[in-house]
């Protein structure tokens, strides 16, 4: 019993140290995502619209990252954004508008003609997924899919 009473003090002896160890060397921007209860997507969305104009290069970084963490907010913040500043960004070239960056960018955020400049879609409006390895061989053979 004395044993065991012995381990546990000093497992939660280690486990505080260790927090306030871990709370000492995070970022401080960083601390409160440990006791806050926005999900990804509410707390981009928060960022986003915390986000100067010219601050363009941390509004790119958001849709970067996986759809799910836009798909509620994206078409009407991150949609408009993309459409209203597309030309823009053809003619200034920043350093994140990047071929890797546009290609994240889902084809309803892009305006119409550049979508079919860069994702091919021959003047389809609607979205494109992500094809399988086989449609992509078929595609550059020139076969038609099947639907």
Known sequence: NETLQTALISLVAIWFVSAVTFASVIKREYLNTFYSMDTASTYNRKRFLALREDQELEKSKILSMHSDI???WGDTLLKSWTLGNWSRWEVEKPAWFTSKWIEAVPNEYVPYDFRVKYKKTKGKVSNLKRRS??????AMLGEEEER
């Open 70 to 72: 836009y798909a509620k």
């Open 133 to 138: 390895s086989l449609q992509q061989v078929k």
